[in-house]
């Protein structure tokens, strides 16, 4: 295994982190936005009112995702584990 597979390996993994967890960290950060700016206007400094409607998106994007995040996680997984290559004597 050279420097070239590793980078390679490295690339692909960084990739597919970042496309997984890019829907549920977009609406989080959507949501988070939009409660910011709807406390500015009306002034309400609650705490929770940050907390609680990004966690509920996350959770529900997360559950409406996963199948197709699992299956690009399992393909590259499969992907890596199927070019291991055979010690042979």
Do not use: C, H
């Not at 295994?1 to 950060?29: C, E, F, H, R």
């Not at 988070?32 to 406390?39: D, E, K, P, R, S």
């Amino acid at each position: 295994m050279n420097i070239d597979t590793v980078t390679a390996i490295l690339n692909q993994a960084i990739q597919v982190t970042l496309l997984v967890s890019m829907p549920s960290v977009g609406l989080g950060l959507a949501i988070g936005l939009i409660v910011a700016v709807f406390q500015a206007v009306t002034q309400i400094q609650e705490q929770t009112l940050t907390f609680v409607p990004k966690m509920v998106v996350v959770m529900i994007v997360i559950g409406a995702t996963f199948p197709w995040m699992s299956r690009l996680v399992m393909e590259m997984a499969l992907g890596l584990w199927e070019n291991i290559p055979l010690y042979s004597q």
